[in-house]
């Protein structure tokens, strides 16, 4: 809609906005008797009718359809749950910088910075998913400060004699632990990667290159032992499984 297809009529001492449409002419109350106040409601009109009229409940549902089988759906899902109260009947316009303060206050009587800042990043990654020029106003608390987190000696065996009774959960420890691999690179180690001939785990694929590369680390002796026993029961190419099938993460 154009402003030069919408004429401005008095109506019984009011004026209106008119315009054709599908073959039909149709009305819309300006509620001013003022011209001049007249003219900046139909501006104002054709601008919203103009915007997108999806809802953001909509456009996250379209969203984690798009996503279902990708990493980290689950906990795009569960974000959704905690922001669909507070944001699924709005529009992108609506999402400003004050809306997204008030949602952080109120998770804060149950959920931590960190996690509120995860939240919010998958609103604002399905807006933009949406429309790359979302006119939505994203605004986050503070990134937390990180923490520095160790396991003693004592505290590793006993998660190690613990991770016993779940084979996969165990050898993923255990890898852990030696290799001191992030748990992507663990999850997506496979047996090819894995040399017992010269002791060696390779973390990333050899064909890998550039910021990609992961390290080449040493095998210990317990290490060799778990993956000799793992190899012997392996189902996949995965050296962490479970039920036949590799894993995305080792929290469910």
Known sequence: MRREDVRIKLYRGAYYAVWRAGGETRRRALRTKDRGAAERAVIDF?????????TIAEIMNAYLVDREHR???GRSQDAWKRLQPHFGHLRPVDVTRASCREYTALRRRRAKDGTIIKELATLRAALRWHDRNTP?????PHQPPPRDRYLTRAEYRRLRTASE???HCHVFVVLAYTTAGRASAILGLIWDRVDFARGLIHLADLADHGNKRRATVPMTDSTRTVLEKARAAALTDYVVEFGGKPLRSIRK
Do not use: C, L
């Open 46 to 54: 054709i601008k919203a009718a103009a915007e997108p009229r999806e």
């Open 71 to 73: 990493p980290g759906h």
């Open 136 to 140: 939505a106003m994203i605004e986050m």
């Open 165 to 167: 009774v779940t084979p």
